[in-house]
């Protein structure tokens, strides 16, 4: 059988495919052996995670061998005459002189891609010329040197894959998802990132290696292949029964099928990074009603409407579909100037109150001893955009994308359209570039200025890398901005988002006792530390200090993996609102969720406001009412002081008992009434 496949027409073929194989394989094991600690080693969890992984790899390897079938199924001789390859390398001539002096490019492309878009069609025309040139007198040499330049890239692209993986693993301890696909869209950041926290030049270089001694190993058979020559009747009957199998894979492959242990490690590994990429892709928009547990509308309203009453607010009118409500407080409204300061990354255990002991966080450590320091925080999600949306509109997180990237997000209720309609001055202040994660467009139409480091300039900015200007830069472009703020006479609101504590984890050298050099994250989150430690020193100087109200909250955990779907400690968060004079410090225990910090600065404003917030002043919050809510792009979580109830599609509703200290969980019986507040909250 072996030697039937070695010396047939389509072994290219089966060459691509079962090195695809192998490479997953590999890959698996080599993220299993990583991952050890936190993995089930019973013989389910091990016979399942291979058994089932090579069922996804046996798709994707289908798939990846498409190209190659199709060459070797359609081509012929009078492909590669001289006259053809004229033809093409006219074509191509072609292309490359309408993109260099045409405007089809899109108007949105910076100077860097254009440029580098030209660049990669001139590289493929040269490369083109170049093959044509070699092929003219060889018909049959032309043929094997495509073949060999068409396997390589498809091996090439399978080993970057798995180096890829590797580091997307090491990471967030997962298999590519919605996070890769997000990524992918911001190529710029993303590349650049790269490029600053890895070697990425000898990855490749090995990695170029690596495949030309792969091929060159098997050169012989692949050569060999191209003299054989059966005739297109033979050829088409092999092709279309090699096709049943990527045609298959399509229509009965479903990630579902990977997460067959309570190990979330387990159904990670069980999984292949390529589909899960492609299932991620196709889903970035999951709709509710098509792939979680509803309720009839009237009843999810309902149940909301008793949820969200509270002392001080009355429901508008008595229609079960309006969940709009006064907020009224007996004091008197202050016209205090708040900043909220949402920082990159910021993981509850990084400070020592929460047992971390690098001692990375001094200033946080000092300060939530003089200030409201909130224990029992929890983010909506993993990522930056998780953060904002809870923050600036105080919603649960949707499932799929965030509010923050998805169409027709504008003229939402937010933090700043209140605080805008009350006089104030409202700016989202951000030290990379706006455009990234759709930041510009989101604030700009939810009643905020944006504010990013185009502001700055060039003499302003002491350091940045890919992701913005180290954050004392954005410190100082805050403190200049609220100045002018201040001058104007009008109070002001301003929401600063750090960038720093993010890979590569490299900043200005000589503030910290942590070199740069290192690119370590305790070194990340001690210079932002600094700096807020710097900003706050910095800000009591000035005028309007007295009477600021300064809000320091993390937008998310830096990492949230674990052996069950959402642990909680991947969630938890620290929060400080600190207004010395104006606030008595005082530790905040009661748990509460990142959509509730809106309604509660407006409550520590004393403001009365008609809201439509989901989430409430946490200080008014009926006893027994405590809830957060935690999610990933597609487990919703529903979090109260005993219990998590987790939605995932296809309308699956598991309720867990969370452990706050070690993030594990473990299942049991779905309450009926907290199932249905779960899912009344999210629809």
Known sequence: MIKRLVNSYYYPVFFAGFFAILISFLTR?????????????????VFGLFGIGFLFDLVIASYFSIPILFHLWFTNDKMYSKKARLWVIAIFAAIILVLIFSDLLPKDFNEDLHKGAITYFVVRL??????????????????????????????????????????FWDEFSARYNFIAVDYLVYTSEVIGNIRESYPIGWLIAGIFLIVLTILWLFRKPIIRSVDIRPNFKHRSISALLILLIPMAGFWLANSRYRNFSKNEYVNELAGNGIFEFGTAFWHNELDFYKYYQTLPDREAFTLLRNELAAPNSEFVDTSVFNLARKIHYTESEKKMNVVLISVESLSADFMKAFGGEKGITPQLDSLSNEGLFFTNLYSSGTRTVRGLEALALSIPPTPGQSTVKRPENENLFSLGSVLQSRGYITQYIYGGYGYFDNMNYFFSNNGYSVIDRTALLPEQIHYANIWGVADEDLFSLSLQTMDKNYSSGKPFFAQVMTVSNHRPFTYPDGRIDIPSSKQVREGAVKYTDYSIGKFLKEAKLKPWFANTIFVIVADHCAGSAGSVKLPVTGYHIPMIIYSPGNLQPKKIEQLSAQLDIAPTILGLLKLNYTSKFLGQDIFTIKPGKERAFISTYQGLGYLTSSRLVIQSPVRVIEEYIPNFITGDAEKTMVTDSLRKIAIAYYQ
């Open 126 to 167: 040269i490369i083109y010329v170049l093959l044509a040139l070699a092929g003219i007198s060889f018909r049959t040499k032309w043929r094997k040197i495509i073949l060999l330049a068409e396997l390589f890239i498809v091996l090439f692209l399978l080993v970057f894959n798995a180096v890829s993986e590797w580091f």
């Open 29 to 45: 094991l080599l993220l299993l052996i990583h991952s050890s600690a936190g993995v089930s080693f019973s013989a389910i969890n």
